[in-house]
Protein backbone atom coordinates (compact mmCIF):
# COMPACT_ATOMS: atom_id res chain seq x y z
CA UNK A 1 0.00 0.00 0.00
CA UNK A 2 1.57 3.13 -1.09
CA UNK A 3 0.75 6.08 1.52
CA UNK A 4 -1.30 7.86 -1.08
CA UNK A 5 -3.22 4.78 -1.00
CA UNK A 6 -3.77 4.52 2.91
CA UNK A 7 -4.46 8.09 2.31
CA UNK A 8 -7.57 7.89 0.46
CA UNK A 9 -8.25 4.94 3.27
CA UNK A 10 -7.86 7.41 6.12
CA UNK A 11 -10.37 9.59 4.20
CA UNK A 12 -12.81 6.97 3.25
CA UNK A 13 -12.62 6.31 7.37
CA UNK A 14 -13.50 9.74 7.87
CA UNK A 15 -16.72 9.73 5.59
CA UNK A 16 -17.97 6.21 7.27
CA UNK A 17 -17.51 8.13 10.82
CA UNK A 18 -19.31 11.33 9.75
CA UNK A 19 -21.92 9.46 8.30
CA UNK A 20 -22.63 7.50 10.84
CA UNK A 21 -22.59 10.37 14.00
CA UNK A 22 -24.57 12.61 11.43
CA UNK A 23 -21.81 14.87 11.42
CA UNK A 24 -21.40 17.84 8.37
CA UNK A 25 -19.55 16.16 5.48
CA UNK A 26 -18.94 19.37 4.05
CA UNK A 27 -16.37 19.62 5.85
CA UNK A 28 -14.10 16.78 5.12
CA UNK A 29 -11.11 18.15 2.87
CA UNK A 30 -11.21 16.83 -0.96
CA UNK A 31 -8.38 15.08 -0.21
CA UNK A 32 -5.35 14.30 2.69
CA UNK A 33 -1.51 13.02 3.33
CA UNK A 34 -0.14 10.44 5.83
CA UNK A 35 3.47 11.22 6.91
CA UNK A 36 5.98 8.64 8.12
CA UNK A 37 6.74 9.55 11.98
CA UNK A 38 10.36 10.79 12.93
CA UNK A 39 10.01 7.90 15.20
CA UNK A 40 9.86 4.44 13.66
CA UNK A 41 8.44 2.93 16.99
CA UNK A 42 5.64 5.61 16.34
CA UNK A 43 3.83 3.44 13.82
CA UNK A 44 4.53 3.05 9.53
CA UNK A 45 2.34 6.61 9.41
CA UNK A 46 0.67 9.11 11.10
CA UNK A 47 -2.44 11.06 10.49
CA UNK A 48 -3.13 14.55 11.47
CA UNK A 49 -7.14 14.70 10.37
CA UNK A 50 -8.48 14.17 13.21
CA UNK A 51 -7.16 17.69 15.03
CA UNK A 52 -7.91 19.10 11.40
CA UNK A 53 -11.91 18.57 11.46
CA UNK A 54 -12.55 18.72 15.10
CA UNK A 55 -12.76 22.21 15.24
CA UNK A 56 -14.79 22.33 11.79
CA UNK A 57 -17.33 19.70 13.61
CA UNK A 58 -17.44 20.47 17.29
CA UNK A 59 -15.83 17.06 18.32
CA UNK A 60 -12.39 16.93 20.61
CA UNK A 61 -9.90 16.03 18.86
CA UNK A 62 -9.45 12.86 20.80
CA UNK A 63 -12.91 11.64 20.69
CA UNK A 64 -12.97 12.14 16.81
CA UNK A 65 -9.79 10.62 16.76
CA UNK A 66 -10.87 7.65 18.57
CA UNK A 67 -14.08 6.70 16.32
CA UNK A 68 -11.57 7.34 13.39
CA UNK A 69 -9.08 4.78 14.61
CA UNK A 70 -11.99 2.35 15.24
CA UNK A 71 -13.02 2.60 11.66
CA UNK A 72 -9.65 2.38 10.30
CA UNK A 73 -8.53 -0.61 12.13
CA UNK A 74 -11.33 -2.76 10.44
CA UNK A 75 -10.12 -1.68 7.17
CA UNK A 76 -7.88 -4.14 4.90
CA UNK A 77 -3.77 -3.93 5.21
CA UNK A 78 -4.01 -1.58 8.42
CA UNK A 79 -2.72 -3.72 11.24
CA UNK A 80 -3.67 -1.30 14.21
CA UNK A 81 -4.31 2.21 14.68
CA UNK A 82 -2.96 4.16 18.00
CA UNK A 83 -3.86 7.75 19.31
CA UNK A 84 -1.32 9.65 20.84
CA UNK A 85 -1.48 12.88 22.17
CA UNK A 86 -4.15 15.69 21.26
CA UNK A 87 -5.36 13.12 18.30
CA UNK A 88 -2.56 12.58 16.19
CA UNK A 89 -3.31 8.95 14.54
CA UNK A 90 -0.20 6.67 14.67
CA UNK A 91 -0.86 3.87 11.96
CA UNK A 92 0.74 0.61 11.12
CA UNK A 93 0.18 -1.55 8.53
CA UNK A 94 0.05 -5.32 8.03
CA UNK A 95 3.17 -7.24 6.32
CA UNK A 96 1.21 -7.80 2.98
CA UNK A 97 -0.42 -4.42 2.30
CA UNK A 98 3.20 -3.21 3.04
CA UNK A 99 4.96 -5.83 0.91
CA UNK A 100 2.72 -5.04 -1.38
CA UNK A 101 4.56 -2.29 -2.31
CA UNK A 102 7.23 -3.85 -4.20
CA UNK A 103 5.06 -4.95 -6.80
CA UNK A 104 3.50 -2.14 -7.67
CA UNK A 105 6.79 -0.44 -8.24
CA UNK A 106 7.99 -2.91 -10.29
CA UNK A 107 4.80 -3.17 -12.50
CA UNK A 108 4.68 0.73 -12.84
CA UNK A 109 8.51 0.98 -13.80
CA UNK A 110 9.50 4.60 -15.00
CA UNK A 111 5.75 6.22 -14.48
CA UNK A 112 6.76 5.05 -10.28
CA UNK A 113 6.68 8.59 -8.87
CA UNK A 114 5.45 10.15 -11.73
CA UNK A 115 2.03 12.50 -10.71
CA UNK A 116 0.01 15.49 -11.61
CA UNK A 117 -0.03 17.39 -8.72
CA UNK A 118 1.40 20.43 -11.32
CA UNK A 119 -0.90 19.14 -14.08
CA UNK A 120 -1.92 22.79 -16.30
CA UNK A 121 1.01 24.57 -15.27
CA UNK A 122 2.65 26.36 -18.39
CA UNK A 123 5.81 26.94 -17.36
CA UNK A 124 8.83 28.22 -19.16
CA UNK A 125 12.05 27.46 -17.23
CA UNK A 126 15.35 29.80 -18.28
CA UNK A 127 18.76 28.76 -17.03
CA UNK A 128 22.12 28.76 -17.95
CA UNK A 129 22.16 31.50 -20.43
CA UNK A 130 26.00 32.20 -20.60
CA UNK A 131 26.87 35.41 -22.85
CA UNK A 132 28.25 33.64 -25.70
CA UNK A 133 31.85 35.47 -24.72
CA UNK A 134 33.67 32.40 -23.72
CA UNK A 135 33.36 28.55 -22.27
CA UNK A 136 30.06 27.93 -19.26
CA UNK A 137 31.95 28.36 -16.36
CA UNK A 138 31.47 26.40 -13.54
CA UNK A 139 28.86 28.56 -11.89
CA UNK A 140 26.71 28.67 -15.12
CA UNK A 141 26.91 24.18 -15.05
CA UNK A 142 25.42 24.95 -11.51
CA UNK A 143 22.31 26.00 -13.12
CA UNK A 144 22.76 23.11 -16.04
CA UNK A 145 22.56 20.30 -13.82
CA UNK A 146 19.81 22.39 -11.07
CA UNK A 147 17.94 23.56 -14.16
CA UNK A 148 18.12 20.56 -16.54
CA UNK A 149 16.85 18.80 -12.89
CA UNK A 150 14.19 20.27 -12.46
CA UNK A 151 12.90 20.55 -15.58
CA UNK A 152 12.46 16.76 -15.40
CA UNK A 153 11.14 17.26 -11.64
CA UNK A 154 8.24 19.38 -13.13
CA UNK A 155 7.47 17.51 -16.10
CA UNK A 156 7.13 14.23 -13.40
CA UNK A 157 4.53 16.40 -11.66
CA UNK A 158 2.13 17.32 -14.66
CA UNK A 159 3.51 20.57 -15.81
CA UNK A 160 3.97 21.48 -19.45
CA UNK A 161 7.52 22.78 -19.07
CA UNK A 162 9.72 24.76 -21.86
CA UNK A 163 13.27 25.11 -21.53
CA UNK A 164 15.07 28.12 -22.78
CA UNK A 165 18.36 29.76 -23.18
CA UNK A 166 18.76 33.17 -23.82
CA UNK A 167 21.44 34.36 -26.20
CA UNK A 168 22.57 37.71 -25.33
CA UNK A 169 24.21 38.52 -28.93
CA UNK A 170 23.49 42.21 -28.60
CA UNK A 171 25.45 44.48 -26.69
CA UNK A 172 28.64 45.95 -25.82
CA UNK A 173 29.68 42.46 -24.18
CA UNK A 174 29.94 41.21 -27.84
CA UNK A 175 32.03 44.78 -29.20
CA UNK A 176 33.98 43.25 -26.64
CA UNK A 177 34.97 39.63 -27.64
CA UNK A 178 35.08 40.64 -31.31
CA UNK A 179 37.54 43.30 -30.68
CA UNK A 180 39.58 40.88 -28.54
CA UNK A 181 39.60 38.12 -31.50
CA UNK A 182 40.46 40.90 -33.89
CA UNK A 183 43.18 41.73 -31.58
CA UNK A 184 44.44 37.70 -30.96
CA UNK A 185 44.11 37.32 -34.47
CA UNK A 186 46.69 39.92 -34.79
CA UNK A 187 48.98 38.85 -32.19
CA UNK A 188 48.37 42.10 -30.07
CA UNK A 189 47.53 41.40 -26.48
CA UNK A 190 43.74 41.65 -25.48
CA UNK A 191 41.97 45.03 -25.44
CA UNK A 192 42.20 46.33 -21.41
CA UNK A 193 38.34 45.55 -21.61
CA UNK A 194 38.10 42.61 -23.62
CA UNK A 195 38.58 38.81 -23.19
CA UNK A 196 41.63 36.57 -22.89
CA UNK A 197 42.65 32.96 -22.57
CA UNK A 198 43.57 30.06 -24.95
CA UNK A 199 39.78 29.79 -26.19
CA UNK A 200 39.87 33.23 -27.86
CA UNK A 201 43.25 32.59 -29.65
CA UNK A 202 41.42 29.31 -30.94
CA UNK A 203 38.49 30.82 -32.22
CA UNK A 204 40.42 33.89 -33.94
CA UNK A 205 42.02 31.46 -35.55
CA UNK A 206 39.24 29.48 -36.64
CA UNK A 207 37.81 32.54 -37.94
CA UNK A 208 40.57 32.88 -39.82
CA UNK A 209 40.52 29.27 -41.28
CA UNK A 210 36.67 30.58 -42.57
CA UNK A 211 37.39 33.68 -43.57
CA UNK A 212 41.23 33.58 -44.45
CA UNK A 213 40.85 37.32 -45.55
CA UNK A 214 39.54 38.67 -42.94
CA UNK A 215 42.78 40.68 -41.64
CA UNK A 216 43.28 41.82 -45.23
CA UNK A 217 39.80 44.22 -44.38
CA UNK A 218 39.93 47.33 -42.61
CA UNK A 219 39.87 47.03 -38.58
CA UNK A 220 36.04 48.05 -38.51
CA UNK A 221 35.04 45.33 -41.40
CA UNK A 222 37.35 42.43 -39.96
CA UNK A 223 35.39 43.40 -36.52
CA UNK A 224 32.39 42.72 -37.86
CA UNK A 225 33.14 39.35 -39.11
CA UNK A 226 35.17 38.67 -36.37
CA UNK A 227 31.70 39.41 -34.31
CA UNK A 228 29.68 37.37 -36.49
CA UNK A 229 31.97 34.39 -36.94
CA UNK A 230 33.51 34.06 -33.76
CA UNK A 231 29.73 34.37 -31.69
CA UNK A 232 28.47 31.67 -33.68
CA UNK A 233 31.50 29.31 -33.02
CA UNK A 234 31.85 30.26 -29.60
CA UNK A 235 28.26 29.80 -29.18
CA UNK A 236 28.22 26.14 -31.06
CA UNK A 237 30.88 25.27 -28.36
CA UNK A 238 28.70 26.17 -25.57
CA UNK A 239 25.64 23.99 -27.00
CA UNK A 240 27.88 21.25 -27.89
CA UNK A 241 29.30 21.45 -24.34
CA UNK A 242 26.00 21.68 -22.43
CA UNK A 243 25.21 18.87 -24.40
CA UNK A 244 28.02 16.62 -23.14
CA UNK A 245 26.64 17.09 -20.56
CA UNK A 246 23.36 15.97 -20.81
CA UNK A 247 21.46 19.13 -21.26
CA UNK A 248 19.20 20.35 -24.36
CA UNK A 249 17.34 23.14 -24.93
CA UNK A 250 13.63 23.27 -25.84
CA UNK A 251 14.48 26.71 -27.65
CA UNK A 252 17.77 28.76 -27.91
CA UNK A 253 16.59 32.46 -27.95
CA UNK A 254 18.45 35.21 -29.14
CA UNK A 255 18.60 38.54 -28.17
CA UNK A 256 19.19 40.22 -31.44
CA UNK A 257 15.56 38.69 -32.40
CA UNK A 258 13.76 41.05 -30.05
CA UNK A 259 15.63 44.12 -31.38
CA UNK A 260 15.05 42.84 -35.38
CA UNK A 261 11.48 41.75 -34.85
CA UNK A 262 10.59 45.04 -33.27
CA UNK A 263 9.58 43.57 -29.91
CA UNK A 264 11.33 46.54 -27.58
CA UNK A 265 8.89 49.00 -29.09
CA UNK A 266 6.23 46.19 -28.81
CA UNK A 267 6.96 46.23 -24.94
CA UNK A 268 7.60 49.79 -24.44
CA UNK A 269 4.32 50.21 -26.02
CA UNK A 270 2.19 47.65 -24.13
CA UNK A 271 3.84 50.15 -20.84
CA UNK A 272 2.71 52.83 -21.98
CA UNK A 273 -0.78 51.62 -22.17
CA UNK A 274 -0.46 50.24 -18.48
CA UNK A 275 0.57 54.01 -17.70
CA UNK A 276 3.64 53.48 -15.78
CA UNK A 277 6.30 55.25 -18.69
CA UNK A 278 7.72 58.65 -18.30
CA UNK A 279 9.45 61.08 -19.93
CA UNK A 280 12.58 62.83 -18.05
CA UNK A 281 15.74 64.27 -19.03
CA UNK A 282 15.73 62.90 -22.93
CA UNK A 283 14.90 59.37 -22.20
CA UNK A 284 12.23 57.09 -21.42
CA UNK A 285 11.62 55.44 -17.71
CA UNK A 286 9.44 53.18 -16.28
CA UNK A 287 7.86 53.56 -12.93
CA UNK A 288 8.99 50.66 -10.79
CA UNK A 289 9.00 52.29 -7.71
CA UNK A 290 5.62 52.42 -7.74
CA UNK A 291 5.99 48.35 -7.22
CA UNK A 292 8.54 48.38 -4.72
CA UNK A 293 11.87 48.91 -6.98
CA UNK A 294 14.27 50.55 -5.03
CA UNK A 295 14.54 53.42 -7.84
CA UNK A 296 12.67 53.90 -11.64
CA UNK A 297 13.95 52.23 -14.43
CA UNK A 298 15.24 53.70 -18.27
CA UNK A 299 14.28 51.63 -21.15
CA UNK A 300 15.45 54.09 -23.82
CA UNK A 301 18.64 56.40 -22.94
CA UNK A 302 18.77 60.10 -24.51
CA UNK A 303 20.43 59.23 -27.37
CA UNK A 304 17.83 56.60 -28.33
CA UNK A 305 19.65 53.11 -27.27
CA UNK A 306 17.86 50.86 -25.95
CA UNK A 307 18.90 49.71 -22.12
CA UNK A 308 19.76 45.68 -21.00
CA UNK A 309 16.29 46.27 -18.98
CA UNK A 310 14.58 46.98 -22.30
CA UNK A 311 15.16 43.93 -23.88
CA UNK A 312 14.58 42.14 -20.14
CA UNK A 313 10.81 43.74 -20.53
CA UNK A 314 10.97 42.61 -24.32
CA UNK A 315 11.68 39.42 -23.52
CA UNK A 316 9.57 38.62 -20.66
CA UNK A 317 6.64 39.77 -22.44
CA UNK A 318 7.55 37.39 -25.32
CA UNK A 319 7.03 34.35 -23.12
CA UNK A 320 4.12 35.22 -21.57
CA UNK A 321 2.72 36.16 -24.99
CA UNK A 322 3.98 32.33 -26.24
CA UNK A 323 0.84 31.00 -23.53
CA UNK A 324 3.44 30.45 -20.71
CA UNK A 325 1.58 31.50 -17.24
CA UNK A 326 4.75 31.36 -15.01
CA UNK A 327 8.53 32.49 -16.08
CA UNK A 328 10.80 30.78 -14.18
CA UNK A 329 14.50 32.26 -14.31
CA UNK A 330 17.64 31.18 -12.58
CA UNK A 331 20.78 33.74 -11.85
CA UNK A 332 23.75 33.58 -10.64
CA UNK A 333 24.58 35.20 -6.98
CA UNK A 334 25.78 38.83 -8.36
CA UNK A 335 21.63 39.22 -10.00
CA UNK A 336 20.25 39.55 -6.45
CA UNK A 337 19.38 42.96 -7.07
CA UNK A 338 17.52 42.14 -10.08
CA UNK A 339 14.50 40.33 -8.23
CA UNK A 340 12.98 43.37 -6.98
CA UNK A 341 12.92 45.63 -10.52
CA UNK A 342 11.55 42.13 -12.47
CA UNK A 343 9.11 42.05 -10.06
CA UNK A 344 7.89 45.30 -10.70
CA UNK A 345 8.58 45.26 -14.25
CA UNK A 346 5.94 42.27 -14.16
CA UNK A 347 3.58 44.17 -12.21
CA UNK A 348 3.92 47.13 -14.61
CA UNK A 349 2.81 44.61 -17.52
CA UNK A 350 -0.16 44.42 -15.23
CA UNK A 351 0.66 40.59 -13.92
CA UNK A 352 1.07 39.13 -10.78
CA UNK A 353 4.74 38.88 -9.70
CA UNK A 354 3.98 36.32 -6.97
CA UNK A 355 2.28 34.23 -9.77
CA UNK A 356 3.09 35.45 -13.08
CA UNK A 357 6.82 35.46 -12.23
CA UNK A 358 9.45 33.73 -10.30
CA UNK A 359 13.35 34.08 -10.12
CA UNK A 360 15.68 31.52 -8.64
CA UNK A 361 19.30 33.17 -7.38
CA UNK A 362 21.99 30.45 -7.58
CA UNK A 363 25.41 30.33 -5.01
CA UNK A 364 28.60 30.30 -5.54
CA UNK A 365 30.61 27.06 -6.53
CA UNK A 366 34.31 26.17 -6.13
CA UNK A 367 36.12 23.28 -7.38
CA UNK A 368 38.57 22.36 -4.63
CA UNK A 369 41.87 20.29 -4.92
CA UNK A 370 44.07 19.04 -2.10
CA UNK A 371 42.27 21.62 0.04
CA UNK A 372 42.71 24.64 -1.93
CA UNK A 373 40.24 25.92 -4.68
CA UNK A 374 41.16 25.59 -8.04
CA UNK A 375 41.06 28.98 -9.17
CA UNK A 376 42.04 29.46 -13.24
CA UNK A 377 41.57 27.40 -16.30
CA UNK A 378 44.03 26.14 -18.73
CA UNK A 379 41.97 27.41 -21.64
CA UNK A 380 39.60 30.22 -20.00
CA UNK A 381 42.42 31.79 -17.90
CA UNK A 382 40.49 32.90 -15.21
CA UNK A 383 37.90 30.79 -14.58
CA UNK A 384 36.79 27.01 -14.02
CA UNK A 385 34.36 25.68 -17.01
CA UNK A 386 32.49 22.80 -17.30
CA UNK A 387 34.79 21.11 -19.26
CA UNK A 388 37.22 21.41 -16.39
CA UNK A 389 35.05 20.13 -14.21
CA UNK A 390 34.14 17.40 -15.52
CA UNK A 391 37.56 16.41 -16.58
CA UNK A 392 38.23 16.07 -12.86
CA UNK A 393 35.35 14.21 -11.69
CA UNK A 394 33.41 13.18 -14.98
CA UNK A 395 29.79 13.58 -15.72
CA UNK A 396 27.80 11.64 -13.32
CA UNK A 397 29.40 13.21 -10.49
CA UNK A 398 29.67 16.65 -11.06
CA UNK A 399 25.60 16.37 -12.23
CA UNK A 400 24.53 14.98 -8.89
CA UNK A 401 27.07 16.94 -6.98
CA UNK A 402 25.70 20.23 -7.96
CA UNK A 403 22.17 19.13 -7.94
CA UNK A 404 22.68 17.83 -4.16
CA UNK A 405 22.98 21.21 -2.53
CA UNK A 406 20.34 23.93 -2.31
CA UNK A 407 21.22 26.31 -4.75
CA UNK A 408 21.17 29.18 -2.49
CA UNK A 409 24.14 27.81 -0.26
CA UNK A 410 27.80 28.16 -1.49
CA UNK A 411 29.20 24.77 -2.13
CA UNK A 412 32.92 23.33 -2.61
CA UNK A 413 33.41 20.69 -5.32
CA UNK A 414 36.25 18.29 -3.48
CA UNK A 415 38.00 16.80 -6.72
CA UNK A 416 39.10 14.10 -4.46
CA UNK A 417 36.20 13.07 -2.81
CA UNK A 418 33.56 12.90 -5.77
CA UNK A 419 36.54 10.87 -7.45
CA UNK A 420 37.22 8.12 -4.48
CA UNK A 421 35.45 4.83 -5.07
CA UNK A 422 34.23 4.51 -1.49
CA UNK A 423 30.90 4.83 0.69
CA UNK A 424 31.87 8.47 1.21
CA UNK A 425 31.29 9.83 -2.31
CA UNK A 426 27.49 10.31 -2.54
CA UNK A 427 27.20 9.42 -6.31
CA UNK A 428 29.10 6.29 -5.59
CA UNK A 429 27.08 5.71 -2.77
CA UNK A 430 23.83 5.64 -4.55
CA UNK A 431 25.48 4.36 -7.95
CA UNK A 432 26.78 1.55 -6.30
CA UNK A 433 23.32 0.21 -5.10
CA UNK A 434 21.93 0.44 -8.73
CA UNK A 435 24.82 -1.22 -9.91
CA UNK A 436 24.39 -4.37 -6.90
CA UNK A 437 20.59 -4.78 -7.21
CA UNK A 438 21.70 -5.16 -11.08
CA UNK A 439 23.96 -7.72 -9.93
CA UNK A 440 21.56 -9.44 -7.34
CA UNK A 441 19.04 -10.05 -10.68
CA UNK A 442 21.84 -11.77 -12.54
CA UNK A 443 23.00 -14.09 -10.04
CA UNK A 444 19.64 -14.61 -9.64
CA UNK A 445 18.80 -15.76 -12.88
CA UNK A 446 22.42 -17.56 -12.49
CA UNK A 447 21.08 -20.07 -10.33
CA UNK A 448 17.08 -20.46 -11.51
CA UNK A 449 15.35 -17.67 -9.54
CA UNK A 450 12.77 -15.30 -10.79
CA UNK A 451 10.31 -13.64 -8.81
CA UNK A 452 7.79 -15.45 -10.26
CA UNK A 453 4.22 -14.95 -11.51
CA UNK A 454 2.89 -11.45 -10.20
CA UNK A 455 -0.19 -13.43 -8.81
CA UNK A 456 2.04 -15.67 -6.50
CA UNK A 457 4.09 -12.97 -4.97
CA UNK A 458 3.93 -13.36 -1.43
CA UNK A 459 4.21 -9.88 0.33
CA UNK A 460 3.63 -10.94 3.86
CA UNK A 461 6.80 -12.99 3.92
CA UNK A 462 8.63 -9.19 3.81
CA UNK A 463 7.71 -8.96 7.25
CA UNK A 464 11.71 -8.34 8.22
CA UNK A 465 12.39 -5.14 10.33
CA UNK A 466 14.97 -4.10 7.48
CA UNK A 467 12.33 -5.35 4.70
CA UNK A 468 9.86 -2.72 6.49
CA UNK A 469 12.35 -0.01 6.67
CA UNK A 470 13.00 -0.42 3.02
CA UNK A 471 9.22 -0.28 1.58
CA UNK A 472 8.72 2.96 4.09
CA UNK A 473 11.83 4.37 1.85
CA UNK A 474 10.50 3.24 -1.10
CA UNK A 475 7.01 4.58 -0.21
CA UNK A 476 8.16 8.54 -0.06
CA UNK A 477 9.39 8.58 -3.59
CA UNK A 478 6.20 9.63 -5.17
CA UNK A 479 6.13 12.43 -2.00
CA UNK A 480 9.61 12.96 -2.67
CA UNK A 481 9.52 14.26 -6.00
CA UNK A 482 6.29 16.11 -5.93
CA UNK A 483 7.76 18.12 -2.93
CA UNK A 484 10.91 19.17 -5.03
CA UNK A 485 9.30 20.31 -7.88
CA UNK A 486 6.97 22.25 -5.76
CA UNK A 487 9.70 23.78 -4.11
CA UNK A 488 12.27 23.80 -7.02
CA UNK A 489 14.76 21.58 -4.88
CA UNK A 490 16.21 18.93 -6.50
CA UNK A 491 18.36 18.53 -4.25
CA UNK A 492 15.65 16.78 -2.20
CA UNK A 493 15.79 14.06 -4.76
CA UNK A 494 19.76 13.51 -3.94
CA UNK A 495 19.07 13.37 -0.48
CA UNK A 496 16.20 11.24 -0.25
CA UNK A 497 18.51 8.37 -2.32
CA UNK A 498 21.18 8.39 -0.01
CA UNK A 499 18.58 7.47 2.77
CA UNK A 500 17.49 5.22 0.50
CA UNK A 501 20.76 3.43 -0.68
CA UNK A 502 21.66 3.19 2.84
CA UNK A 503 18.10 1.26 4.21
CA UNK A 504 18.36 -1.46 1.22
CA UNK A 505 22.37 -1.89 2.05
CA UNK A 506 20.99 -2.75 5.72
CA UNK A 507 18.32 -4.58 4.34
CA UNK A 508 20.87 -6.04 1.90
CA UNK A 509 23.52 -7.26 4.94
CA UNK A 510 20.63 -8.58 6.97
CA UNK A 511 18.42 -10.41 4.29
CA UNK A 512 19.79 -13.10 2.27
CA UNK A 513 18.17 -13.16 -0.78
CA UNK A 514 19.80 -15.49 -3.19
CA UNK A 515 19.81 -18.88 -1.67
CA UNK A 516 22.88 -21.10 -0.37
CA UNK A 517 24.28 -23.08 -2.37
CA UNK A 518 21.94 -26.54 -2.49
CA UNK A 519 19.12 -24.58 -0.87
CA UNK A 520 15.94 -25.06 -2.05
CA UNK A 521 14.55 -21.53 -3.65
CA UNK A 522 11.46 -20.41 -1.69
CA UNK A 523 8.79 -17.91 -1.80
CA UNK A 524 10.78 -15.49 0.48
CA UNK A 525 13.53 -15.83 -1.97
CA UNK A 526 11.17 -14.43 -4.99
CA UNK A 527 9.70 -11.85 -2.68
CA UNK A 528 12.76 -10.27 -1.56
CA UNK A 529 14.43 -10.21 -5.36
CA UNK A 530 10.86 -8.11 -5.94
CA UNK A 531 11.96 -5.90 -2.81
CA UNK A 532 15.46 -5.68 -4.98
CA UNK A 533 13.95 -5.24 -8.44
CA UNK A 534 11.66 -2.35 -6.78
CA UNK A 535 14.60 -0.70 -5.04
CA UNK A 536 16.17 -0.44 -8.40
CA UNK A 537 13.27 0.91 -9.88
CA UNK A 538 13.47 3.43 -7.76
CA UNK A 539 16.96 4.10 -7.64
CA UNK A 540 17.03 4.62 -11.50
CA UNK A 541 13.87 6.89 -11.54
CA UNK A 542 15.74 9.25 -8.94
CA UNK A 543 18.85 9.10 -10.79
CA UNK A 544 16.81 9.67 -14.23
CA UNK A 545 15.32 12.80 -12.61
CA UNK A 546 18.81 14.34 -11.80
CA UNK A 547 20.21 12.99 -15.26
CA UNK A 548 22.67 10.85 -13.59
CA UNK A 549 23.06 7.19 -14.77
CA UNK A 550 22.02 3.94 -13.00
CA UNK A 551 24.80 1.38 -13.97
CA UNK A 552 24.72 -2.30 -13.93
CA UNK A 553 28.28 -2.79 -13.05
CA UNK A 554 30.99 -0.88 -11.37
Same mark, same amino acid.
Given at each position: ??????????????????????????????????? +?????????????????????????????????????????????????????????????????????????????????????????????????????????????????????????????????????????????????????????????????????????????????????????????????????????????????????????????????????????????????????????????????????????????????????????????????????????????????????????????????????????????????????????????????????????????????????????????????????????????????????????????????????????????????????????????????????????????????????? +?????????????????????????????? +???????????????????
Amino acid at each position: MTPAELAEVVLSAAHAVFTERGLDRSALPGSTAVE +RPRNPEHGDYASTLALQLSKKVGVPPRELATALAEQLGRAPGVKSVEIAGPGFLNIRLDAAAAGQLARTIVEAGEEYGRGDRLAGQKINLEFVSANPTGPVHIGGVRWAAVGDALSRLLRATGADVGTEYYFNDAGSQIDRFARSLLAAAKGEPAPEDGYAGAYVTEIAGAVRGIRPDVLELDDAAAQEVFRTEGVALMFAEIKSSLRGFGVEFDTYFNEKDLHDRGELDHALNRLREQGHTFEADGATWLRTTDFGDDKDRVLRKSNGEWTYFAADCAYYLDKRERGFERVVIMLGADHHGYIGRMKAMAACFGDDPERNLEILIGQLVNLVRDGAPVRMSKRAGTVVTLEDLVDAIGVDASRYALARYSSDSPIDIDVELWTRATRDNPVYYVQYVAARTASVGRNAAEVGLTRGDAEAFRPELLAHEKENELLKALAEFPAVVATAAELRGPHRVARYLEELAGAYH +RFYDECRILPRGDEEITDLHRARLWLNDAT +RTVIANGLRLLGVSAPERM
